[in-house]
């Protein structure tokens, strides 16, 4: 069993230099007292891919949450951006190994489509699901439940 609010502090603390870099802010909310099966070094796998998704697709001086809380005895991780938003068309295959919503050879932004197959995998290799919602413009949110 994990302790979640310092397992999540501490991949903040990873991350945040190199989100600051792109002027990007992160928020975590966890409550204390909060303990879940996942394999650490696996799941952080996961909220690493999220971030640098977030970080990826979202403009400076925007904000990303990680919001952690428990709802009837399951575990809700939420990974929220104010980003660019998915298409909704695009929505049911991003999960898909090397999908990308800009398959533009000349796009600027690195990567290669692995990494939301690579969460979906690792999320349900514990017993838990993926899901996302987006909208143009207003962001995207990406929810884990275990
Ligand atoms: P990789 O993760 O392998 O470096 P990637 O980021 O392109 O490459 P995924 O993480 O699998 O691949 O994401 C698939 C596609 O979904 C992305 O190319 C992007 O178009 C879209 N996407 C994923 N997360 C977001 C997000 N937070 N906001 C907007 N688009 C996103
Ligand atoms: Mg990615």
Not at 87 to 108: G, Q
């Amino acid at each position: 069993e994990v302790h979640l609010q310092p397992y999540f502090q501490s991949i903040v603390e990873k991350v945040s230099p190199a989100l600051k870099e792109h002027h990007l802010e992160l928020f975590l909310e966890c409550s204390a007292g909060l303990y879940a099966q996942i394999d650490p070094i696996r799941f952080e796998q996961v909220i690493l891919n999220l971030l640098d998704n977030a970080r990826k697709y979202s403009e400076p001086f925007t904000k990303i949450s990680l919001i952690v809380s428990e709802e009837s005895g399951k575990t809700h991780i939420k990974v929220i951006d104010q980003g660019r938003g998915i298409p909704e068309e695009d929505l049911p295959r991003i999960f898909e190994r090397f999908y990308r919503v800009d398959k533009s050879r000349a796009r600027s932004l690195g990567g290669t489509g692995l990494g939301l197959a690579i969460v979906k995998q690792l999320v349900e290799s514990h017993g838990g699901t993926v899901a996302v919602t987006s909208s143009k413009y207003a962001g995207t949110t990406f929810e884990i439940v275990l």
